[in-house]
């Protein structure tokens, strides 16, 4: 059974920095396009940034020049390091992705449960 499990959420003072990790769990075939969103209290959920099966990186205006994305596919793990961080960055931060479960067959989404992410003095 595939899983999708976030961490490296805390507690970090404005300016600080956290890197965030993505593990996909399970047997899979290819792993394709991984996403991090994040969604704060009273808010829509908002799109951080994205990395394609080719390796592209995508990110939100709100975050460019502050957060890499890199991806380690031996270990189907996406990251976020996020760096400068401000009291607007508070929020829970989950991850998608998309995978093929075997070959031939169709592309699955699955989701995370997400990491919390609080910037505060």
């Known amino acids: 059974q595939v899983q999708v499990v976030e961490s490296g959420g805390g507690l970090v003072q404005p300016g600080g920095s956290l890197r965030l990790s993505c593990v996909v769990s399970?047997?899979?075939?290819?792993?394709?396009?991984m996403v991090w969103y994040r969604q704060a209290p009273g808010k829509q959920r908002e799109l951080v940034g994205s990395?394609?099966?080719?390796?592209?990186?995508d990110y939100a205006d709100s975050v460019k020049g502050r957060f890499t994305i890199s991806r380690d596919l031996t270990k189907k793990t996406m990251y976020l390091q996020m760096n400068s961080l401000k009291a607007e960055d508070t929020a829970d931060y989950l991850c998608?992705?998309?995978?093929?479960?075997?070959?031939?067959?169709?592309?699955?989404?699955?989701w995370g449960q997400g990491t919390q992410v609080t910037v505060s003095s």
């Open positions: 399970g047997s899979i075939f290819n792993l394709l396009n």
């Open positions: 998608q992705a998309d995978v093929i479960l075997q070959r031939g067959r169709g592309v699955n989404m699955y």
């Open positions: 990395v394609s099966g080719g390796g592209r990186t």
